[in-house]
């Protein structure tokens, strides 16, 4: 079993939980003010659709997560390493481009930066 790998999954997971509890309690309620009472109909439709967009976010973290907890259980399989890698290089450069996007001000970025680092400290151990 490779424990990187297990950490990462278990970490995507607080952060799936995470993203869902703070977009409903933060961020979706300032998107969803309507300032245009006369555009209510088109209003409830993006709302509906940001939601919907917002928690599938969360759905693919879970998919992360599953990905992650199975490679980590069956760590010597070949794909199971190249698929390690993409992710780990998936996660790095996410990392560097939420950092550079939200200039330092998203914690998104140090976020998938520690992915990265777990999950190729995985690969080389």
Known sequence: MNYYWLAASF????????????G???FLPRLFKHE???NLEIDEHVNRST????????????NMAAILLIVAIHPDDPIA??????TGAFC?????????????RHLLGLIFLLFSLLI???DLF
Do not use: K, N, Q
């Open 81 to 86: 390493i190249l698929v390690m890698r993409v």
């Open 51 to 62: 939601r919907t967009a917002w928690h599938l976010t969360t759905l693919g973290w879970l």
């Open 36 to 38: 245009y009472p006369e």
């Open 11 to 22: 970490f995507t997971v607080l952060l799936s939980m995470g993203h869902s509890w703070m």
């Open 24 to 26: 409903e309690r933060h």
């Open 120 to 122: 190729l400290l995985g």
């Open 92 to 104: 790095l450069v996410s990392g560097i481009y939420s950092l550079a996007g939200s200039r330092g």
